[in-house]
C-alpha cells in the first residue's frame, strides 16, 4: 500500500544550528508534498509545499527539497530556534490525489 | 482569516454511547476532511467531502462511524457506538481546492472510557 515513512523518529539540536528532517515516500504516483509542523494540543500547521515538477523551494528560515529519483524529502530549518520544536509530518497525495497520505513523524528538540 | 473550528475540544464518554463532532471549516473552502490521529502517529483520512459530497469515505468504519455536511459548510463527525479503541484525537481539515494545503483544526480528542 502507500506510505510515508520518516528516517529519524527524534531529532535534537542546538539553538541557531540547522536542522535536516528527512522523509521516505513510496508512491512514485505522488506530485505534491507538503511539510507539516504539530505542537502538543494543536493541530497541524502548514509549512511548505511543493509540487513534483520543482525540486527544491524555499520559504521564511525553511527550505523543501526534492528527489523524485530516490523519492526522498527534506527539510531543512535554517537557525533553529526553541520555538521550532515540535513533531514534523510530511505528507504526500498519493496515486489517486486530493488526500494527504501522513508518515509518522519526526520530534524536534531544540536545545537553548 | 479565521481558521477551523471544531468542537469540543475534548469529550470523555463511556464505551457503548454515542458521540459527535463538529467542524466549521474556513470559508469559501469547498474541501473538508475528516482525519483520526493516534498518540505518536500521523493523521489518517476517515473522508473528505467536496461540498456536501462525500468523495472518498473508503477508510471510514461505516458500522459505527457517519458523517454528514449539509449545505456543503459545517460538517458533523458521529461515533455511535463508541469503542475504547476510538480513543484518538479527530482532526477536521479544509483546503480552497484539490491538491492545495489543508489547514487543520485543533482537534478534539475523545477518551472513551
Known amino acids: 500500500g502507500e506510505s510515508v515513512g520518516l528516517h529519524l523518529p527524534t531529532l535534537s539540536v542546538q539553538e541557531g544550528d540547522n536542522s535536516i528532517i528527512n522523509c521516505a515516500y513510496s508512491?512514485?504516483?505522488?506530485?505534491?508534498f507538503i511539510w507539516y509542523k504539530q505542537e502538543s494540543g494543536k493541530g497541524p500547521q502548514f509549512i511548505i509545499d511543493?509540487?513534483?515538477?520543482?525540486d527544491k523551494r524555499q520559504g521564511q528560515r525553511v527550505t523543501v527539497l526534492l528527489n523524485k529519483t530516490v523519492k526522498h524529502l527534506s527539510l531543512q530549518i535554517a537557525a533553529t530556534q526553541p520555538g521550532d520544536s515540535a513533531v514534523y509530518f510530511c505528507?504526500?497525495?498519493?496515486?489517486?490525489?486530493?488526500?494527504?497520505?501522513f508518515g509518522q513523524g519526526t520530534e524536534l528538540s531544540v536545545k537553548p | 482569516e479565521a481558521g477551523v473550528v471544531q468542537s469540543p475540544r475534548y469529550k470523555i464518554i463511556e464505551k457503548k454511547q454515542p458521540v459527535a463532532f463538529w467542524c466549521n471549516p474556513i470559508?469559501?473552502?469547498?474541501?473538508l476532511y475528516w482525519y483520526l490521529q493516534n498518540l505518536g502517529q500521523g493523521p489518517e483520512l476517515l473522508i473528505r467531502?467536496?461540498?456536501?459530497?462525500?468523495?472518498?469515505d473508503s477508510q471510514l468504519p461505516k458500522d459505527r462511524f457517519s458523517a454528514e455536511r449539509l449545505k456543503g459548510v459545517d460538517s458533523t463527525l458521529k461515533i455511535q457506538p463508541a469503542e475504547l479503541g476510538d480513543s484518538a484525537v479527530y482532526l477536521c481539515?479544509?483546503?480552497?481546492?484539490?491538491?492545495?494545503?489543508?489547514?487543520f483544526g485543533n482537534g478534539t480528542r475523545l477518551t472513551v472510557t
Open positions: 481539515a479544509s483546503s480552497l481546492r484539490l491538491n492545495s494545503p489543508l489547514h
Open positions: 508512491n512514485s504516483a505522488s506530485d505534491y
Open positions: 511543493i509540487r513534483s515538477n520543482m
Open positions: 505528507a504526500e497525495n498519493g496515486s489517486q490525489g486530493g488526500k494527504l497520505i
Open positions: 470559508s469559501g473552502h469547498n474541501t
Open positions: 467531502y467536496e461540498n456536501e459530497e462525500a468523495v472518498d
